[in-house]
T-cell receptor, first 116, second 112 residues
Framework: DAGVIQSPRHEVTEMGQEVTLRCKLI?????LFWYRQTMMRGLELLIY????????DSGMPEDRFSAKMPNASFSTLKIQPSEPRDSAVYFC??????????????FGSGTQLSVL | DAKTTQPPSMDCAEGRAANLPCNHS???????VYWYRQIHSQGPQYIIH???NNETNEMASLIITEDRKSSTLILPHATLRDTAVYYC?????????????FGKGTRLSVIA
């Protein structure tokens, strides 16, 4: 398995532009997490899905952020309009949750976003 | 989930054992200890987890004290590639669908 695949690896955009980050889960996994990492705030959870359903989006900074899972293996995180303070590394992670079992997350390589 | 306390940074000589401590004094009976690490510019990587018995895998060993209030991750022969931030996370095993919350971790520097 290729692991969790994120694209693009790097994104540079101007303030006000729409940004879309993409994530392909490991085949068979049923949970998807979007995290954001900055020097100041560390690794923060933005939103997570179980079986394609958003469970908790309380970590999403504001309405400019939205995330979707159009199918069981793919997710997008969209920022519209983007702002310089959105600059960060965005990670997605997937896992397979079975009843009574713990959680092992598999992370992608991240998308380095720079908003100028 | 119980809180954890880790030293912000540690150094270790290449080839020596790296012993990374974690305090989790408020851990409850159904909570496991997980360790992840993040190598620069990569996503976090699962290392190991345990409940009360010591655990070992191909990456590391996990030693949990008898009262379970602290644990130590051991990298037996640290290499330069083990330089990373190591996160200790305590979480109920059957909490299933809820996400992991990462703290600040310990920045391990392996020195040649």
């Amino acid at each position: 398995d290729a692991g969790v695949i994120q694209s693009p690896r790097h994104e540079v955009t101007e303030m006000g532009q729409e940004v879309t980050l993409r994530c392909k889960l490991i085949s068979g996994h049923n949970s998807l997490f979007w995290y954001r990492q900055t020097m100041m705030r560390g690794l923060e959870l933005l939103i997570y899905f179980n079986n394609n359903v958003p469970i908790d989006d309380s970590g999403m900074p504001e309405d400019r952020f939205s995330a979707k899972m159009p199918n069981a293996s793919f997710s997008t995180l969209k920022i519209q309009p983007s702002e310089p303070r959105d600059s960060a590394v965005y990670f997605c992670a997937s896992s397979l949750v079975r009843p009574g079992q713990g959680r092992k997350l598999f992370f992608g390589s991240g998308t380095q976003l720079s908003v100028l | 989930d119980a809180k954890t306390t880790q030293p912000p940074s540690m150094d270790c000589a290449e080839g020596r054992a790296a012993n990374l401590p974690c305090n989790h004094s408020t851990i409850s009976g159904n909570e496991y200890v997980y360790w992840y690490r993040q190598i620069h510019s990569q996503g976090p990587q699962y290392i190991i987890h345990g409940l009360k018995n010591n655990e070992t895998n191909e990456m590391a060993s996990l030693i949990i004290t008898e009262d379970r209030k602290s644990s130590t991750l051991i990298l037996p022969h640290a290499t330069l590639r083990d330089t990373a931030v190591y996160y200790c996370i305590v979480r109920a095993y059957n909490s299933g669908n809820t996400p992991l919350v990462f703290g600040k971790g310990t920045r391990l520097s392996v020195i040649a």
